[in-house]
C-alpha cells in the first residue's frame, strides 16, 4: 500500500486505463477522467473490479481549463490532494496534410498539446507540494518526423517542450516532471489499425530489440517507478518505453546472434 492519488487524464481507455489500473492494484486512489462521463464511470468500475482498489470517474474536456479546476478540486475532496498526475488524453488520425484543414490540425494541438498543459497547470493549485510527480505521455512522434502525422508531431514535440520547461520551473517546489514514451502498445485502437492480424503484428515487432509489442502494463511499471521513491532525482526526462524502437530496425540477417 503506498497510499498515493493519482490523477489521470484520458484513464478512462487504452494505456491510461492500463497506468490507472497498475497504480490502484498496488493500493493507490485514482481519477481517471475524459469526455464521456459513461465511459468513465464504466473504466472506474472495471479498476474496482480487477483490482479491488479505489476509482473514480470524471468527465472534463482537457481543452477547458475551468472544467479541469472544477474537476480537480471535487477530486480531491472526496480522494485527497494528488500526488501523481498523469497528462495522458490524446486524439489522433491518420492524415496526409493535404487532407487536414486548420480545424483539424488545431484539435489535435489543442487535445495533446494545450490539453497537457492545461491539467498541468491545474494540477499545480492542488498538488502535494513538496514531492508531487507529473507525468505527460508522449509518443516516437515527438522526435520522429512520421508522414500522415504532421499535427501529432507537432503536438507531441511541444509537449515534450511543456515538460522540460516546467521542470526546470517546478523543480525548486519540489515538483517532478517526466514524459513516458511508449512505443507501439496492444490492445489500442491505434495498433489494431496499423497491425490488425497476428502476422501483421509479428512482422512489425520483428524490426523493434526486444521483439515484441508493448502492453498497458509495461507503461504502467514505467509510470510507478517514476512517481516512486526509486524516481526521486529523476525530472526533465523523456523515458523511452518502447523495447528499443527508437533504435531503428533492428532485424536483418547481419543481427543474427551465433548459435553457441
Ligand atoms: P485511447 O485509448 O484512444 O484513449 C484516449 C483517452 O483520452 C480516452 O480516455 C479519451 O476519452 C480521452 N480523451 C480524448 N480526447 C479528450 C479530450 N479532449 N479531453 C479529455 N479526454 C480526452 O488512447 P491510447 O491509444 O491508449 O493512447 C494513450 C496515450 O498514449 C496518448 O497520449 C497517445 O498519444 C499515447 N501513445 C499511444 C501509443 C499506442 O500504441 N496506442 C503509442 C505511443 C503513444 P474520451 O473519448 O471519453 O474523451
Ligand atoms: N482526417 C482528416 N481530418 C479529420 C479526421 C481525419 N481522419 N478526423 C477528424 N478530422 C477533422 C475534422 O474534419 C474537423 O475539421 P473541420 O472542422 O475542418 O472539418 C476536425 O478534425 C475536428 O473534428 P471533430 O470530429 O469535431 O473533433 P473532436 O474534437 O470531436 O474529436 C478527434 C477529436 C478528431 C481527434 C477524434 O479522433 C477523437 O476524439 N479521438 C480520441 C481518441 C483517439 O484519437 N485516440 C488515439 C489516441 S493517440
Known amino acids: 500500500m503506498t497510499g498515493k492519488t493519482v490523477f489521470i487524464s484520458g484513464g478512462t481507455s487504452g494505456i491510461n486505463l492500463g497506468i490507472a489500473k497498475g497504480f490502484a492494484a498496488q493500493g493507490d486512489k485514482v ?25 473514480m470517474a470524471g468527465s472534463a474536456d482537457v481543452r477547458d481549463m475551468e472544467a479541469i479546476r472544477t474537476l480537480f478540486a471535487q477530486a480531491s475532496e472526496t480522494l485527497g490532494a494528488p500526488t501523481v498526475v498523469i497528462a495522458g488524453a490524446a486524439g ?29 497547470r491545474a494540477a499545480y493549485d492542488f498538488i ?27 503536438a507531441k514535440a511541444g509537449v515534450n517542450m511543456v515538460v522540460k520547461v516546467l521542470a526546470m520551473e517546478w523543480g525548486q517546489a519540489g515538483i517532478r516532471v517526466n514524459a513516458i514514451s511508449p512505443g507501439p502498445i496492444l490492445g ?31 507503461i504502467a511499471q514505467a509510470a510507478i517507478f517514476l512517481s516512486s521513491a526509486q524516481g526521486t532525482y529523476i525530472t526533465g526526462t523523456i523515458l523511452d518505453c518502447d523495447g528499443g524502437m527508437k533504435l531503428g530496425d533492428a532485424s536483418g ?7 553457441r
Open 31 to 55: 481519477l481517471v477522467f475524459g469526455r464521456d462521463a459513461v465511459k468513465a464511470e464504466a473504466a472506474a468500475q472495471e479498476i474496482r473490479d480487477e483490482t479491488g482498489g479505489v476509482a
Open 92 to 120: 489522433n488520425f491518420m492524415s496526409p496534410a493535404v487532407g487536414i484543414s486548420a480545424n483539424g490540425f488545431k484539435t489535435v494541438i489543442d487535445i495533446d498539446l494545450l490539453g497537457t498543459y492545461n491539467v498541468f
Open 128 to 154: 502535494v507540494k513538496p514531492g508531487a510527480s507529473l507525468i505527460a505521455i508522449t509518443a516516437p512522434q515527438a522526435v520522429q518526423p512520421l508522414p500522415q502525422q504532421v499535427h501529432v508531431c507537432a
Open 188 to 218: 489500442t485502437e491505434g495498433v489494431e489499425r496499423m497491425a490488425p492480424t497476428e502476422e501483421d503484428k509479428l512482422k512489425w515487432s520483428a524490426h523493434t530489440a526486444l521483439r515484441r509489442f508493448g502492453t498497458a502494463s509495461d
Open 253 to 259: 540477417d547481419y543481427l543474427t546472434l551465433p548459435k
